[in-house]
């Protein structure tokens, strides 16, 4: 399984320094979300960032930066109207929101990957989610039965994904996990995506597939 870290939508003290060291510690997949930021905020904050580092961010919008800044993609809300998107840049990778099986049945095969969610309960919106055991089960059937040319789209659990739920993703057949509060609402950030990421490497005692969440 993968790890993504998405960011806190307001200005953090320090942000800059804690995501470098995520990197370092091995995140592919940072997803730099920040809704009431203007086109040269979000610039200003990628010019912050050493350019190395650049290929692992994602952006959520002003999505016209990725052809300037070498940005490794971006990424559409639920809301998106088409699957249908115009690459800033050759190479450049999409991933869109998804909040019922039906959206993410139509992104498949079109982004590399789906934030299906909230699969439980979130940490970082109290009172949001779950997804019902019937759209779990609903989804582990979409997934088991993708076809090759849908399985290069990478479905990732997202909201209240901790250590200890990381194996009940698996089992639910998703690719990864997108993580908000489980990083940012540690003490050591780096210390609990390190946790989060040793949790998902293979494991030779993978359960059966489960459709239904647990508590």
Known sequence: ??????????????????????FAAGLQRFHLRKPGWSVSQIAAWLDALPARWHGRVFLHAHHGLAAHLGVGGIHFPDSTASTETVMPRAGCASSRSCHD???????????????????????????YGPATNAELRDLGRLLLARPLRDKHTDVFAIGGVTVERLESCRAMGFDGAAILGAVWGAADPVAAFCALSDSCRPRADIPSVSMEAPT
């Open 1 to 22: 399984m993968k790890v993504a870290v998405i960011s806190l939508p307001d200005r953090q003290a320090h942000e800059l320094a804690r995501v470098q060291s995520l």
């Open 101 to 127: 099986v039906g959206s993410v049945k139509a992104a498949l095969g079109h982004h590399d990957a789906v934030f299906f969610g909230p699969v439980f309960p979130s940490l970082s919106k109290p009172g």
